[in-house]
């Protein structure tokens, strides 16, 4: 089964600073590669993904991430953050369930919070 | 197009009562998804579905029941609850394999069991 680890779990950051969030993945095989957000009070929504070509993806709001399959790691950027930025960020990997299906096997999670 | 919704959003039970929580979802997925979300530990799928009349387990099913009788719907049971299960529900649906694999989150079910 696959893991995913997130290693920050809370990043305390000044407006118009950069980001970096850790993201790390156990399968060594094709995958597929998502960052989620929460918005405090929200449910999870998709920031970006990685399916396969161009290894540097851009999402939504600014937001990037690489995919370093050499690394097993796939690093969430932004180069300026904004206070409406805080938020609890996602790493999720996808893995084929037996009989169909995908299951995303989440990391733990990282409480970004951007202050003013 | 509301997506995937929730009902309800907020419940409080007891020990040993039950519950019912109702995923609705109107983008003619063929696939739905419970999980749970605990602090520190990211989510953790309880059960899925991959069409109408199918369930099946996910990492942490004990405890909870599941029914799919019709597409767009995809209920999760709780027969008698238990302090553990105080968590938030996340209700999920997505298209088959080949497409994507994104998952689309409804907002969530905050429960309490006292």
């Known amino acids: 089964a696959q893991s995913v680890s997130q290693h920050n779990h809370h990043v305390i950051l000044s407006e118009a600073a950069s980001l970096e969030l850790g993201c790390n993945y156990s399968?060594?095989?094709?995958?597929?590669l998502f960052w989620y957000v929460q918005y405090p009070g929200q449910h999870l929504q998709l920031l970006l993904k990685y399916f396969s070509g161009d290894p540097l993806v851009k999402g939504i709001k600014g937001f990037e991430a690489e995919f370093i399959k050499s690394k097993f790691s796939f690093n969430l950027r932004k180069p300026s953050v904004q206070w409406s930025d805080t938020a609890e960020y996602f790493c999720a990997v996808n893995e084929g369930l037996t009989g169909g299906g995908n299951k995303l096997t989440f990391g733990t999670g990282t409480q970004l919070k951007v202050e003013l | 197009n509301a997506g995937v919704t929730q009902t309800p959003k907020f419940r409080v039970l007891k020990t040993g009562q039950s519950m019912t929580l109702l995923c609705a979802q109107d983008?003619?997925?063929?696939?739905m998804y419970w999980y749970r979300q605990d602090p520190g530990m990211g989510l953790r799928l309880i059960h899925y579905s991959v069409g109408e009349g199918t369930t099946a387990k996910g990492e942490v099913p004990d405890g909870y029941n599941v029914s799919r009788l019709k597409k767009q719907n995809f209920l999760l049971g709780l027969e008698s609850a238990a302090p553990s299960q105080t968590s938030v529900y996340f209700c999920?649906?997505?298209?088959?394999?080949?497409?994507?694999?994104?998952?689309?989150f409804g907002p969530g079910t905050r429960l309490t069991v006292l």
């Open positions: 983008m003619n997925h063929e696939y």
């Open positions: 999920a649906s997505s298209r088959p394999p080949g497409a994507t694999g994104e998952q689309f």
């Open positions: 399968y060594g095989g094709t995958v597929n």
